[in-house]
Every structure is written in C-alpha cells, then in structure tokens.
C-alpha cells in the first residue's frame, strides 16, 4: 500500500481537538503567489503520474481538513495584482492595483496582520522566496501608492519595527542621496543583523534581536531578485524551507519576551514561473509544501495553540489542465532538468562562446538532456521542425523573443515550453493574472473558521480572530 505523508483521519482528528482548546498562540500564514486551484491539482496529479498512476499523490497542505475557495478582485480590476492582492491578504481592504498598504484612494494607509500581531505581543516574521521589498512580503509592512518604490519599501521594512525578516534581497539598496548610507547600513543602526544564507544566519542568530536573512553573496552576484528555482538550485543556495525553520527557530527563542509569533512565508516563484508559462511551477509549488511541512512538524508539537492557513493572491497563467481529448501527461515535467529562463540563459552562453560552432546538434543534445524530447518525450516531425526552424532564425538573427513579467525568452525557449505543454496535454490561456478562484487551506485552532467561500478580504481577519489580535 503506498505510504501517504498525512491521513485524512489523522488530519481531521488532530483538527477538531485544536480547533476545540480556542486561540492560537503559533501563526503560520503561507501565501503561494500565482497558486490557482488547478495548480494544486497540477502537482497531486504530477506526483502521481511519474509513478505511472492516473489520480493524485496528495502533497501535505491540500490534505487540511478545512478548505476554502477564495474571491480575489481588487478594488478597481476584475483582475488583480499582486499588490492589491497582497493588501488584501495582509490589512483586510481592498485597494487599487498597483498600491501596497493604502486604500484605494493611494493615500490612507492601513494596518496589517503583522501589526495586529506584534501590538499584541507576538514575534512577527515575514519572508519570501523572491525579493523582501517584493509586492506580497511589502503589503504586511509598507505603505505606498506604488510598488515599485522599492527603495522606499526597504526603508518602511527597517523602521517596522518586526523582529524577522527572510527573502533574497533588497532590489535597490543604494540610497539615491550621494553618498548616503545604503540599507543595509541602515538595517544594521536599527538593530538589525544580516546574514547572508542559511549557515550564516545559524553562525549569528544565537546574538541577535532582530534579523534580515538573505541568500548568499554569491547566489546575490548571480541574480539578487529571487532565490534559485527549485529545479535550478545548486548545493547551498537557500529555500523557502531553510527560510522557514529559520523563522521558527529565531522567533522561539525570543518567547521569554514574546507572545507567540506570525509568520508570513511567501512561495514567490510559483507565480514567476507561471508567467513564463513554465511547467516548472510544479516543482515550486511541491518546494512550498515542503516549507509548509517545516511547519506542520512544529504544529505537531503544538497542535492545541498552532493554525496554518495556506492560501494564494492570485491565479497566473490560466492554466487549463486537458487542453484537447481527454488526456493529460503531467509526467512530462518529470523530464525537466532546468527552468526556461535557465534555459535561455545557457542558450545564449552557448551561442556567444561557441561562435560558429554552435550547431543545431549541440542544441539539440541539450534539449533532449533537459526536457526529454526525443528521449522519454515522443515529439512529431513537425515539432521538431518548429525546433529547428527557432534555432534557425536565431542563427540568422531573425529569432523573435517573447517577454513575460520577470523574463524574456528568446523564440527557441518559447518554442521549447509550447511544445512540452502540448506534449503535457496542458493549456496556459494568458502570461498574467486570471480572475480564477484561488484556494485556502487551514488546519490548528482555529482552522474551522476557514470554509465554504470567502473574499481575500476575510482571511486576515478571520486568522486575527483565531489568535485574538485586534484588527485596526
């Protein structure tokens, strides 16, 4: 009989006895951005597919016994960003897109659950596996019509006032004054210690009061607005539940002086990823149930005075799973050894240092190496002639590129991620934002409270009345 991570009857007897002992003390609020229901669904039938099933192989966090789906329009779009998303997630209003911790007028600011959080005596800790001055992770401390003021956002992260803080970087650290202190200077002159990865932050945690953790300098150096893609990681590079269990472990040991904690972990990339229309968002939403395993392992030793709720912004792509017929073959992303953005970016290495030894067989072996066509992945005549037609116009200097939110890939790299969707049998309808419901997910004192259908709106408010922190 296959072994399953959690039971539904485990899951469900554990619920009901915390949901019966009142507030929660431990507060875990994970927010997949770009997570759409049929992302979810993605993956369970993913993980089920590469072991030659047809169903699903149930990941930890949809296996919570209260679930709910969720609305997610912002104040002035059917569709909304993920600053107005976050807003909502994180302060209970909905506001224009665009804005981050204002009302829809750009101007009124409004309190968060972080700040409900630590008025009420909690350790607040919010991260993210993308930038920390990033939209979601912003929408629980700063307060501004636009955000892409990331310096300004950096500057309201510093003065805060929250005890915990983790994603790759600041965007812009530089302070625009010649000669001014950056924010790191001025992270440190408020209090703040700066560890650049996971084994840094264990060397300097022990000492400090609050904390920024950031990947390493070397990944930084590489690419500073987001942590590695799970399926690019090498050994080193941080994750979402190295982030995790750092922010358990630094707000628990300042329970002398604290009342429990909030913590607010964003799965990012699962949303950058869908832009691109990149199946390896499978691999970042299973990477963000690993980090919220992290968390369910602590609630295990808590059950009684522990929620986890885990929801989403927004949906990204539009993703259809069974776009002709009545077939799927997610097992395809199984081949997969690299994103499309690394993809591209070796591509382009390839092509610059090989000169005109850059051939289509080289390409070719490339391709098979990391996706599996030709090689476990049957392709037709005429998708490999699609292939070599792309390779083609980029050695004639004809290739067109495609630009997405966060990348831009050349017409080998689209030609690549078309074909494996239709290969997959998957369709992406959009490389934005849909009007799609998104779900929640909640087990722990508390949990019950998450059911049925509900606005973005209510989430916050609904977890604030779990813990007993008042909402302003």
Not at 406 to 434: M, P
């Amino acid at each position: 009989m296959r072994k399953r991570t959690l039971t539904l009857c485990t899951l469900l007897m554990l619920a009901l006895a915390a949901m019966a002992e009142g507030k929660a003390k431990y507060v875990f609020y994970f927010i997949g951005d770009g997570m759409g229901i049929n992302h979810v669904n993605a993956a369970e039938t993913y993980l089920a597919a590469i072991e030659g099933r047809i169903g699903i192989n149930e990941l930890c966090f949809p296996s919570f016994p209260c679930t709910a789906i969720v609305n997610t329009q912002s104040a002035t779009n059917g569709v909304t960003d993920s600053a107005a998303a976050g807003t909502a997630l994180a302060c209970g209003h909905k506001t224009k897109n665009g804005a981050v911790g204002v009302l829809a007028d750009l101007t009124t600011p409004v309190s968060s659950i972080a700040d409900w959080a630590r008025e009420a005596g909690a350790a607040v800790g919010i991260t993210t596996s993308v930038s920390i001055d990033h939209a979601t992770p912003a929408a629980f401390y700063a307060h501004g019509p636009y955000r892409k003021k990331t310096y300004n956002i950096g500057q309201q992260l510093i003065t805060s006032g929250n005890d915990f803080y983790a994603g790759s970087d600041f965007v812009s650290p530089d302070n625009p004054e010649a000669g001014g202190p950056d924010l790191y200077q001025q992270a440190e002159e408020k209090g703040y210690v700066i560890a650049h990865g996971y084994k840094d932050y264990q060397k300097k945690a022990h000492n400090a009061s609050r904390m920024i953790l950031l990947q390493t300098e070397e990944a930084n150096r590489d690419y500073r607005y987001a942590v590695p893609y799970a399926i690019d990681r090498k050994k080193g590079d941080m994750t979402l539940s190295d982030i995790t269990r750092a922010a358990i472990h630094f707000l628990t040991k300042q329970q002398g002086e604290k009342n429990g904690f909030f913590i607010m972990a964003e799965g990012g990339r699962i949303d950058w990823a869908c832009h691109a229309n990149d199946l390896c968002f499978i691999k970042e939403l299973i990477d963000m149930d690993n980090a919220v395993k992290v968390a369910y392992e602590f609630y295990q030793q808590h059950p009684d005075e522990t929620l986890i709720v885990v929801t989403a912004d927004h949906e990204t792509g539009g993703l259809v799973l069974g776009s002709k017929g009545y077939e799927l073959h997610l097992d395809i992303a199984g081949h997969q050894r690299m994103s499309i953005e690394s993809f591209g970016k070796q591509l382009k290495e390839m092509h610059k240092g090989d000169g005109k030894k850059f051939t289509w067989e080289k390409v070719r072996r490339l391709i098979a190496e990391n996706f599996g066509f030709w090689n476990g992945v049957t392709l037709s005549d005429e998708q490999t002639a699609r292939l070599r037609k792309a390779f083609d116009n980029i050695i004639e200097g004809k290739g067109e590129s495609i630009e997405s939110l966060y990348q831009k890939d050349d017409e080998l790299a689209v030609t690549v991620r078309q074909i494996q969707a239709e290969c997959a049998n998957i369709g992406w309808q959009t490389r934005d934002h849909s009007n799609g419901y998104v779900p929640c997910f909640a087990i722990g004192a508390g949990a019950e409270r998450f059911t049925g259908r509900i606005d973005n709106t209510e989430i916050c408010r609904k977890i604030a009345a779990a813990a007993g922190w008042t909402p302003r």
